[in-house]
Nanobody, 122 residues
Framework: QLQASGGGLVQAGGSLRLSCAAS????????MGWFRQVPGKEREFVAA????????DSADSVKDRVTISRDNAKNTVYLQMNSLKPEDTAAYYC?????????????????WGQGTQLTVFS
């Protein structure tokens, strides 16, 4: 089970850290990803991290503004977002992948948490 948290209302230019806590399975066995979605649009890749944390990937639209990290001892994955823009407004979802490497495809992830809403206002 994945539990995302940390969303909220943030002014443009601000920062926020999202968290995703995993239960029922050791996090170190999972590739983790963050995706976001706005109503009427497809779910969009944001960032992903390998099981050990030594490989990360992030979308070009956020590459210079986000950092994905993980603390396997705490069974938690984080998404640090800086210099937030109104276009970052979305529901953010964490996802887990049991097999394979870091991926940008939502279909590659078999486990999803509920979304946490981030709203950025100017």
């Amino acid at each position: 089970q994945l539990q995302a948290s940390g969303g909220g209302l943030v002014q443009a230019g601000g920062s926020l850290r999202l968290s995703c806590a995993a239960s029922g399975r050791t996090l170190s066995t999972l590739v983790m990803g963050w995706f976001r979605q706005v109503p009427g649009k497809e779910r969009e890749f944001v960032a992903a991290i390998s099981r050990s944390g030594d490989t990360t990937d992030s979308a070009d639209s956020v590459k210079d503004r986000v950092t994905i990290s993980r603390d396997n001892a705490k069974n938690t994955v984080y998404l640090q977002m800086n210099s937030l823009k109104p276009e970052d407004t979305a529901a953010y979802y964490c996802a887990a992948r049991m097999f394979g490497a870091v991926s940008r495809r939502p279909g590659a992830y078999g486990y999803w948490g509920q979304g946490t809403q981030l709203t950025v206002f100017s």
